[in-house]
């Protein structure tokens, strides 16, 4: 099992609509979830960071954790032409080394059409 | 403006040479990472530091190298016993600590012939 879980895609959502995004992962004591966003030839840029059971919302993202189910959810309400990318689900994960890193995804591909 | 700067943007090198990519960073963070990624396959780290003069290996460590001599800087050099060096190289920082999120430079696309 991968310790970080995507659906690589690509998902497609017509503009206006709400796209959801989904992530699960392995340790159970993961404390920090992060959703980067990534342009085609870009680098990531960080969109979203929840530590809590519940939602969190920015704008027009909101992020859902589940700790319980392992699982965390980024949703785009009013989808927009500009949040086609790759989004790419992190998480802090205990490493053989007994330290914490960082592990990501392999990322989801969205397009949004208009 | 803070942010981390990695140069140059794209690199060419023929098989067998080593290459040194260059990271700064100006947000005064105590730690620096490399990742590499590649088409499908997500962001994979190479080597990570929390502090001068101290680094750890990170998944896929073999054939590179790294040092950090300051607090700003954290280059790395793919050597020639790294079997598949073409890739897209990106460098973050952070503040140490579990809730800390990286910040990433603008990466460099190396490509070896």
């Known amino acids: 099992q991968k310790e970080v879980e995507q659906n690589s895609g690509p998902l497609s959502v017509p503009e206006g609509a709400i796209a959801s995004l989904n992530c699960t992962y392995s340790d159970r004591g993961s404390q920090s979830f992060f959703w980067y966003r990534q342009y085609s030839g870009k680098s990531p840029e960080l969109i979203m960071s929840i530590y809590s059971n519940g939602d969190k919302e920015d704008g027009r993202f909101t992020a859902q954790l589940n700790k319980a189910s392992q699982y965390v959810s980024l949703l785009i309400r009013d989808s927009q032409p500009s949040d086609s990318a790759t989004y790419l689900c992190a998480v802090n994960i205990l490493g053989l080394n007994g330290n914490e890193k960082l592990t990501f995804g392999t990322g989801t591909r969205l397009t949004i059409i208009p | 403006d803070g942010g981390i700067t990695q140069s140059p943007k794209y690199l060419f090198r023929k098989e067998g040479q080593n290459v040194t990519l260059s990271c700064e960073q100006n947000?005064?963070?105590?730690?620096m990472y490399w990742y590499r990624q590649d088409p499908g396959q997500g962001l994979r780290l190479i080597y990570y530091?929390?502090?001068?003069?101290?680094?750890q290996k990170g998944d896929i460590a073999e054939g590179y190298s790294v040092s950090r001599e300051k607090k700003e800087s954290f280059p790395l050099t793919v050597t020639s016993a790294q079997k598949n060096p073409t890739a897209f190289y990106l460098c973050?920082?952070?503040?140490?600590?579990?809730?800390?999120?990286?910040?990433f430079g603008n990466g460099t696309r190396l490509t070896v012939t």
């Open positions: 947000l005064n963070h105590d730690a």
């Open positions: 973050a920082s952070s503040i140490v600590g579990l809730n800390s999120p990286l910040h």
């Open positions: 530091s929390q502090i001068v003069n101290d680094f």
